[in-house]
Structures are given as structure tokens and as C-alpha cells.
């Protein structure tokens, strides 16, 4: 059955935990779909698995748009989010306007877009007008240069009441999904019993309503750094599809992350 905001939030009521990984091409998106993967996430992360740049920054709106349109061809019942990249959105939500169009008449079914409470006008702004959001907040890579590298967020009490009330003035926007990348286990469990839509985590803990990995990490194939919350789901795979396979077994019954993977 094809996804959609309502199959998700019934998900998350169900408490049947939502797997995502990134998606760059057709033919992984067909795969990924068979393997049931629920939500194919064409993230700017682009810029660095597959444009070999040093972080998100470069990606224009036109390279999102063109590997949106490749998933959006192969995507088949998974839903696909798009990321709108730095630059893109940031000025006034009638600019975040006119690149989710672009982004939706490419095949993208909702979009995502960092940052905390400062974003609520823009997503009421969008969601009023027919395009799904998923609030990226935690670690925004986006922001990289003024967070001073790709550093845990939400640490400390403080820093975990803005989180939270971020969160919650977010989806009070009208945001459909939350994304928390990077924060303590405990707070991303927090947040996702305070708010009614679907979250996904992303080195945030087992507590979240779902999951999302960098496909070139989990498979093993970025030559880069790999984050602490990574798994190598080729190592006890033969195959892609074995991998891709497990990684949903995996975060459907909660074992996948184990707290090896979290903070
Ligand atoms: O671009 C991306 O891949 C992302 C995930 C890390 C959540 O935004
Ligand atoms: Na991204």
C-alpha cells in the first residue's frame, strides 16, 4: 500500500516503528521499496556520498531536484522527502515556497528543512498550502559552520528544553514529521512521547518512532568518517538487498540502534 502523512501517523499510533534510509538513484529506490523500506529520504547528504564535497553547503536546488526525480521513478509504495538544501528556503517562506514546488513537481511527496522554532512561520506557510514538512532539528548540517562542527546537540538541561520546545512549536506549525539527528537517547524518547506526529531519529536512540540512515554508510561504501551512530549492515549480508533487508527487520523490532550507536 502506497505511503502517506496518514499511513505514517497511523504508524506511530500502532507504535510500528517507520524505517528510512537516503536515496539518491531509481534503481536503489526500487530495491529499497521492495525490501520495505516506508520513506526514501533524497537528503542533501548527496553532496558528500555522491558529489564527494566536504559537507551539504554546495548542493543546489537544481541537483535536488534531479535525484528526486530519479527516486521518485523507482520509489513505487515508499514515500519520498526531499531535503530542501541550504539556501534554498532560508530567506522568507515565500522562497522555502517556490523550491518545495520544485521539489514536489519532481516527485517529492514532503519536504524537509532544518532548524528550530525561527522555521515555524515557514512550514504553517507550506503546509497551508498542500506540501507536507519534516523539521530537521538536533544536529543541522546545514549550520555546520555556526555549530562549529557536527557535535552532539540537546546536551545538558538547558540545551534540552529548547529541543523540546522547538519540537513542540514546530508541529503546533503544522510540521507532519520531526527529524532529531544526533541528540541524546533519552531526549529524542522524550520528545517523541510530547508530540502526536511520527519522529525519526538519526543517532538519537531506540525511543524514536522510526529510523533513517545514510544509504553509503550502512552499506559501507563512504570512504569518510563514520559516526558512532552507524551500522555496517553489509557485514553480515551477501547481498544489498540482504542488508537493506535486515536494516528494516532491524528497526521495526527496535535492535537497530543498539546503544553502541547511541548517545
Ligand atoms: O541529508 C541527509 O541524508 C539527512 C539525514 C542525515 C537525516 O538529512
Ligand atoms: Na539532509
Redesign the pocket.
Known sequence: MKHTVTTLQKMKSEGSKIAMLTCYDASFASLMNQCGVDMLLV???LGMVVQGAGS?LPVTLQDMVYHTRCVARGAGDALVLA?LPFGSYQQDKEQAFASSVALMQAGAEMV?LEGGAFMAETIAFLVARGIPVCA?IGLT?QSVNTLGGYKVQGKGDMQAAQLLQDARTLTEAGAHMLLMEMVPAALAGEVSRSIAVPTIGIGAGPETDGQVLVMHDMLDVYPGKKARFVKNFMADAGTIQQAVSNYVQQVKAATFPAPEHCY
Open positions: 537528503g542533501d547528504s551539504t531535503d524537509k530537521h548540517p
